[in-house]
């Protein structure tokens, strides 16, 4: 991410970066505000940062980052193209699920990103992301494969990198849902030009 002084993105950084609002502030070692293009066209949202991403303060690092960087590089795009965030922006300890009053008190600063960051296209990356996003209780398999509308943005919904290395089964489904990205984004830039 640029990190120039002026930038409305990077402001909301330093502003919001030393946030206690629930217990994972004090547990943390880095604050995982986000990576990527400040004027990205597709963002990308996780659940929250794992081991790697707490020590690291970059999301999606470690084996997950590297197959979602090849996932990325099969529709020819890379990192410097996307923004990529996660719900909540601390670790919570032994990678459990994000609580609900976690969740509760991260998600302004991701709908505050999304405002500054205006994507064209968001994807979540799991069941968990999914459906905070989506306030459902649907299974993954259930969400994926078609458009949502998330704060008046086309979303789409595949698995997480993370579920792919425990599963490489699923790397196929992912494959398709990656060109599924790629296709809705040109539909949309069609219909803007």
């Given at each position: 991410m640029t990190k120039p002084a002026d930038s409305p993105l990077w402001n909301f950084k330093r502003k919001i970066e030393n946030c206690k609002n629930c217990a994972l502030g004090n547990t943390r070692t880095k604050f995982v505000f986000g990576s990527g293009?400040?004027?990205?066209?597709?963002?990308?949202?996780?659940?929250a940062p794992g081991a790697e991403e707490d020590r690291t303060g970059i999301p999606f690092v470690g084996r997950a980052g590297?197959?979602?960087?090849?996932?990325?590089?099969?529709?020819?795009?890379?990192?410097?193209?996307?923004?990529?965030?996660?719900?909540?922006?601390?670790?919570?300890?032994?990678?459990?699920?994000p609580?609900?009053?976690?969740?509760?008190?991260?998600?302004?600063?991701?709908?505050?990103q999304i405002e500054l960051i205006?994507?064209?296209?968001?994807?979540?990356?799991?069941?968990?992301?999914?459906q905070n996003l989506l306030r459902s209780t649907a299974s993954l398999k259930q969400m994926r494969g078609r458009l949502w509308q998330y704060r008046g943005v086309d979303m789409i919904v595949t698995y997480h990198p993370a579920a792919i290395?425990?599963?490489?089964?699923?790397?196929?489904?992912?494959?398709?849902?990656?060109?599924?990205?790629?296709?809705t984004y040109r539909e949309i830039l069609k219909r803007q030009n």
């Open positions: 293009s400040e004027h990205a066209d597709i963002m990308f949202i996780g659940e590297k197959l979602l960087d090849r996932l990325l590089s099969q529709i020819q795009l890379k990192r410097d193209d996307i923004f990529i965030a996660n719900i909540l922006k601390c670790r919570p300890p032994n990678n459990r699920d609580l609900p009053d976690e969740v509760a008190q991260c998600i302004p600063y991701l709908h505050r205006q994507p064209k296209v968001i994807v979540a990356l799991g069941r968990i992301a999914a290395l425990r599963n490489a089964g699923l790397l196929t489904v992912a494959t398709e849902d990656f060109k599924f990205i790629r296709e």
